[in-house]
């Protein structure tokens, strides 16, 4: 490993509330040279408005477009093209912070840059707060208790519905991309109390407990929480 060269951070940033930010992300952000935007679906203005106050002066920022073609080919290449340009400054002794909306561990673009990025050079991970770990304690509900199981789930087939099946709770992110499956599958079930949160913790968000809902078109930043048989609905007015 090469000691001039700088250290690769991945910030996790948490769901969209700037006061549930780490401490240890903080510290990063404070010391880091250049700010590493993923330029989707709004995440690049949310994330620098939760860490812009905690950035130095003499910090740069850059966008990075992570490309959403559904060709294989396209995607990798963009993917490397961003992890060769991180590793230009990463060479010049710079200390690169890529922030991630979420966990960068959790269905994160900073993921696919640690495929391509050398075992030459230092990393370090911040995690951050799951959306659903949020929404949990911001409705003061447990999402599990005992030895209830849970399910993550980003997609919606066969698997999707197995895996639910075996599950006391089930968290669904990326809802946005199937949220019409999903109310097809639960119109057919009796045993879920469904709750829906778009922009958790930020000043936009609201809270749905009517699985109706999902017949509309969901913003990008929603989670949906099934839990099974559970004894009464709760929900932030």
Same mark, same amino acid.
């Given at each position: ?16 509330d ?12 404070q010391?880091? $040279? ?38 294989? #080919? ?9 992890? #060769?340009?991180?590793? =230009? ?8 912070a ?16 640690? $495929?391509?990025?050398?075992t030459?050079?230092?990393? #370090? ?18 999402l ?12 919606? $087939? =066969? ?8 599950? =006391? ?69």
């Amino acid at each position: 490993m090469n000691t001039t060269n700088g250290t690769l951070y991945g910030i996790g940033l948490g769901p969209g509330d700037p006061d549930l930010l780490t401490l240890k992300a903080v510290k990063v952000l404070q010391n880091a $040279d250049l700010i590493c935007v993923p330029n989707s679906k709004g995440q690049s203005s949310t994330a620098l408005e939760i860490v812009r106050p905690h950035l130095s002066p003499k910090a740069s920022t850059l966008a990075m477009g992570f490309s959403m073609s559904p060709d294989v #080919e396209t995607r990798r290449a963009a993917r490397r093209e961003n992890a #060769e340009l991180i590793q =230009e400054h990463l060479r010049k002794g710079q200390n690169v912070a890529f922030l991630t909306l979420g966990d960068p561990m959790l269905y994160s673009t900073y993921s696919y840059i640690l $495929d391509y990025l050398p075992t030459e050079f230092q990393v #370090e991970t911040v995690p951050g707060i799951y959306s659903f770990s949020a929404i949990s304690s911001l409705l003061s509900t447990p999402l599990v208790k005992g030895d209830d199981k849970l399910a993550v789930i980003c997609s919606f $087939d =066969e698997a999707a519905k197995t895996i639910m099946q075996s599950a =006391e709770a089930v968290v669904c992110m990326k809802v946005s991309a199937y949220h019409q499956e999903l109310f097809n599958y639960l119109s057919g079930q009796t045993d879920y109390q469904f709750t829906l949160m778009t922009d958790a913790g930020k000043p936009s968000q609201k809270c749905y407990t009517d699985i109706s809902i999902l017949q509309e078109k969901v913003p990008y930043f929603s989670t949906a929480i099934l839990l099974k048989n559970a004894n009464e609905e709760q929900c932030l007015k």
